[in-house]
């Protein structure tokens, strides 16, 4: 098909043989792009393709996962190419054989992806955020790098995403509480200093899967410098990883006890985010999470 031969030339460029897709097979499960596994008679790739103007976006997700692979810690997608055709942006990555589960692996997948999840975040980097901006959804993420947490999330994450809300329609009464939260959030970090460790950035059990080989993968990152604490507090935001998980993730590098404190205030950032990109009952849900933070500051 004429969509797929620039994409085809393209992979041919990079594995230094000549690859011509013959079949494409549409893949579900994704949110923001349209996927598709594409092989010719022997090899399978992973492709996500959208508008001309998004290819920044794949930038970045080719960068993120590459940022991931060298931390040698969590598996996740080796990127082949990505750019922009006539029609399409896209990108192209290794296909995962997903679908594994714990009954074909000796250590359950969830214990082994706390640990390796832990190690990933043990990479640290001497400044939060990343060296290029990249995107959450669709929504813009940016990463200007500060040596100072609360500036970052502050101003690139809450107040970002409370100011898009103002723009997409959100109630007064939630700017008005955004504003008297970002004055005040810093109550709770009175004795907890967070590093800037390497993140996926969008860690909900969507982008996670086992593969048949029953070793854990993440993909479909928002890559950046941050606290920790974020991922996990995802990863309990829109249904939980298995206590096996996180006893893993603990044995390995221990949360700090007032994590629990802070998990409102991270998940606050991806609800806006949500009400951004979808809209609906997501603003009263930010708005409530907004003032459950007001009353414990
Ligand atoms: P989107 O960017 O649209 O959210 P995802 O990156 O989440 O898309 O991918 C959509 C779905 O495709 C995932 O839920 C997963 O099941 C599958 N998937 C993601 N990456 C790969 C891959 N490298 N190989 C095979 N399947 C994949």
Known sequence: MQKWQPIDQEISKKLGEPFISRDHRPVGGGCINDA???????????????????????????????????????????????????????????????????????????????????????????????????TIGSTTQPNTYSKDWLAFYGESRLAYQFDLAAKNGGQASLTDKGHKLLDSFHHFFTRYTPRPSLLHGDLWSGNVAVLTSGQPTIFDPAVYYGDRETDLAMTELFGGFGQGFYDAYNETWPLDPGYTTRKTLYNLYHILNHFNLFGGAYGAQAEHMTSQLLSEV
């Open 36 to 134: 598709y596994a594409i092989s010719d008679s022997s090899q399978t790739f992973f492709v996500k393709l959208n508008s001309v103007a998004l290819m920044p976006m794949f930038v970045a997700e080719a960068a993120g996962l590459q940022e991931i692979i060298e931390s040698t810690s969590v598996r996740a997608p080796t990127p082949i190419c990505w750019g922009a055709t006539e029609n399409h942006s896209y990108i192209v990555m290794e296909f995962l054989d997903l679908g594994g589960n714990s009954a074909s692996a000796k250590t359950s997948p969830s214990v082994i992806l706390g640990q390796q999840l832990a190690l990933m975040h043990k990479k640290t980097s001497d400044q939060f955020g990343w060296k290029m901006d990249n």
